[in-house]
Structure formats: C-alpha cells, structure tokens
C-alpha cells in the first residue's frame, strides 16, 4: 500500500463528504437568497473544513488508543471497530500518526486566517468553536464522546450542522443570517445520526472500556428508539424550513433517502448482534449524503431562476 492510500486509511478520508456537503449547502444557501459566490472563498473552505475533520478522527484514534479503548475493541468478541487501527496494530508508530495529525490541524488553521482575512474576523468563531469540538471529543478533559449525556450529540449537530453550513454562508457574504442556521438542523442531525448510530456496532465494548456513550447510558433497546426520534426530527426539520421558505417546496424530495432507514428498523429486534447494525450505519450515511446533495441542488435550482 502506497503512502497516500496508507493516509486515506489512517485517516479515514473517506467520509469526509459528512463535513463536505454542509460546506457547499451553506455556500448554495449564499448563491440561492443573496446571488453571492466565490469559488476561491469555497475551495478554501473545503480544504481547512476537510483538515479539521481528518484532524478530528485522527486526534481521536489518538486518544482512543491511549485511553484503551480501542483495544478493548478489538479484543470484544462481536465488536465491530471503526478505528482505523494503524495503532493498534502497529502500522504506524505514535509518532508518526501525531505528526501527521497536528499538520491536518496546521493546514486547518492556516485556512481559517485566510478567510478571516478574506471575509471578516468574525470566521475565527467558527473555526476556534470547530477546532475545540474536533479536539476534546474524545481528548481530557472534556472527553465530550464519553459523557454519555447528549454532550457528544449535540456536538456533532454543532460541528456537522450549524458550523460548516453558517460558517460557509459568512464566508460568502460576510453577514450571519437566521435562516442558514435554519438551514443547518437538517443536514446536522442526519450527520448526528450517523455518528449515534455507529455507536451500536461495538457499544458493549465501550463500556468495558468506561465511554459512556449515550448508547452505553440508555442501553441497547431505549438507545435504539432514540434513534428513530433522531431521523424524525431530520425529516420534520426539513418539512419546517419548506414551511418557513429556507427551502423551496421542490426540496420535499430530499425525504426520499430517509425511507430506506425506516426499512432497516423494521429488521432490528429489541437486541442484536454487533454486525447487524451494519446496514442502519449504510442506510444512515448514505440518507445523510444524498439528501445533503438534494438540498444543494435544490438550492442552486433555486438561485437559477
């Protein structure tokens, strides 16, 4: 394995699209109500949101290893990791992934002065409130993943949600705007289910290791009716911005992904192997991913005509 694909392992680069697609929504939401886009302003963007959030999953495989808790993963019979595993299983030495972790947090940085630069200093909340999220998830003291209180979802709504899709909006124009933060509950909590939902795949094995996470706290079956609050909360949102005119009435087509989740409930019992949350974390992302694309579409349809 060469090094660039050893990096998008380590990394795990490929779900990236999760921080990706709030950034171009929030900088459609620009194009569709105002008529203001910058293509330098969104590359940039792209690029420091895309370092933070490789930063953040790998600062918390970082921690996670130290912590023990990935580990205890991996010696959980059942247990699925979604660790990278290049401490674990000595692929790369601390040192190394460390490096690599702080030049993505570098690279980040870098890009939040030049939009603050290029769009007002007020872009340096929203990176600071980003980077402090990204790095106490899982980090002492906070260790916000491990709190088991809601803590950690209301992060992640925070820092797959109403961060990338306000903060790209600023960047385009410069103004904060009620309605891009409208707009960011949505993809926000579609983002958070994914995150919830990937705790089931080896929760019995966090406990073991003490992260209390709130599948941990509410145990499997009431964890699991969360859950499905979590998906009609996205869908209802969604139905609200089109009453309140964030989204144009067409935008009710971004419902259809969220169906197929509905389908992977009706499989699960009140208690399940590891594997079988498998597909509801498939269905989750893929839900999350594809009505993030319908709303952007469906926003620059708008700005069109």
Not at 25 to 37: E, V
């Amino acid at each position: 394995m060469n090094k660039y694909n050893q990096f998008v392992k380590a990394s795990r680069m490929k779900v990236m699209p999760v921080i990706l697609i709030p950034i171009l929504l929030g900088s459609a939401s620009a194009y569709a109500w105002n008529d203001r886009f910058d293509l330098l302003l969104l590359i940039i963007a792209l690029v420091g949101g895309g370092a933070i959030h490789l930063f953040s999953n790998m600062i918390n495989d970082l921690w996670d290893y130290r912590s023990g808790a990935d580990a205890t993963a991996k010696a959980t019979e059942g247990a699925i990791s979604t660790h990278s595993g290049y401490l674990t299983n000595g692929i790369w030495s601390l040192r190394r992934f460390a490096t690599i972790t702080w030049a993505l947090f570098a690279i980040a940085v870098v890009c939040g002065l030049l939009l603050a630069w290029l769009s007002g200093w007020e872009v340096l909340i929203f990176a600071a409130v980003g980077a402090l999220i990204a790095y106490f998830y899982v980090a002492p003291p906070i260790k916000l993943g491990y709190r088991g209180k809601g803590y950690s979802e209301i992060a992640i709504l925070v820092a797959f949600g109403v961060l990338p899709v306000t903060g790209a909006y600023y960047v385009q124009t410069s103004q904060f705007d009620v309605h891009a933060l409208l707009l960011s509950i949505p993809i926000g909590l579609l983002t958070t289910l994914i995150l919830y939902n990937h705790h089931f795949l080896h929760w019995k094995a966090d406990k073991q290791a003490g992260k209390r996470t709130l599948v941990v706290v509410l145990g499997e079956h009431k964890a699991l009716q969360f859950s499905k609050l979590l998906l009609l909360l996205a869908v209802l949102s969604i139905i609200a911005c089109i009453v309140v005119e964030v989204l144009p009435i067409y935008a009710l087509i971004a419902l259809v992904p969220a169906f197929p989740i509905t389908r992977v409930y009706r499989t699960l019992k009140t208690t399940n192997e590891s594997i079988a949350y498998l597909p509801l974390m498939g269905a989750s992302v893929k839900a999350s991913m594809n009505c993030g694309i319908i709303l952007i579409v469906c926003l620059i349809i708008q700005g069109s005509i």
